[in-house]
């Protein structure tokens, strides 16, 4: 059997530390908000009730496929891509294929951007690793019009960016959900988190400061890290709820 990501990739390395995936998870969760085609969520009803345990699902689901083989990997592909297609059988209309495409650029960008906020600038190489990963899963899904290595996808990003986000109703629907589920103070974390890892035009929609006291803290972070004391933070982070799953993101 062989394993769907290279066991020597760097991308298991940025999947394999729970640290990263809840920055992913961050990044995504600002993002995901401003896309035009977030009422597809809105419209099964889950999105809405439980904004982040659906999204912590999401990224978990996508760490669960850099993690396995190959065979286990493509069927996980083919049931995300058959529980959309009910729902779009549901709603009689077609998921647009910029909105998988959507996805997947925000899954890229962030694996980077989280990493090289904690850890050290990613090669040019590597870069190509993250991409390559999910340009497999998105052909698996049949997305079509892919860019086919990182420097397109840069570009096809930035047109993503301008022209297929938008702040509306639901996004500020869905960042008063955030807040609600998560308090106050986990809502500041969540957004200061948010203000460090997305790009700019993402930044300008929500009104986002340039800075962040998240970039004050981090050597401090480091530091507990090193002493194997991340864990208190990575619990103030998010609900205790999300224990288990926060734990299981760590892979020794």
Not at 223 to 234: P, V
Request: positive net charge; contains cysteine; hydrophobic residues 45%.
């Amino acid at each position: 059997m062989t394993a769907f990501v290279n066991e020597k990739s760097v991308v298991r390395e940025i999947w394999g530390k729970a640290d990263t995936v809840i920055f992913i998870f961050a990044g995504a969760a600002a993002e995901f908000a401003l896309n035009k085609a977030v009422d597809w969520l809105y419209y099964t009803g889950k999105l809405p009730a439980d904004p982040i345990g659906r999204l912590f699902s999401t990224v978990a689901y996508a760490r669960s496929i850099v993690f396995s083989e190959t065979t286990a990997a493509n069927n996980a592909i083919d049931k995300i891509t058959s529980i959309h297609k009910v729902v779009e059988a549901n709603r009689k209309a077609s998921i647009p294929d910029w909105a998988y495409r959507d996805v997947l650029y925000m899954l890229i960008h962030y694996s980077v951007a989280s990493y090289e906020l904690l850890e050290r600038k990613l090669s040019p190489n590597e870069k190509e690793e993250v991409f390559d990963v999910f340009y497999r899963m998105g052909t698996r899904m049949q997305i079509m019009e892919l860019p086919k290595n990182y420097t397109a996808w840069e570009k096809s990003y930035d047109h993503h960016l301008m022209n297929d986000l938008e702040k509306s109703a639901y996004t500020i629907d869905l960042f008063n959900q955030y807040k609600k589920h998560l308090g106050s103070t986990r809502y500041f974390l969540l957004t200061e988190a948010q203000k460090c890892l997305v790009p700019v035009r993402v930044r300008e929609l929500l009104g986002f400061k340039k800075t962040s006291f998240i970039n004050f803290i981090l050597p401090v972070y480091k530091i507990f890290r090193l002493l194997h004391l991340d864990g208190i933070i990575k619990s103030l982070i998010l609900p205790s709820k999300y224990k288990a799953q926060i734990n299981a993101l760590d892979v020794r």
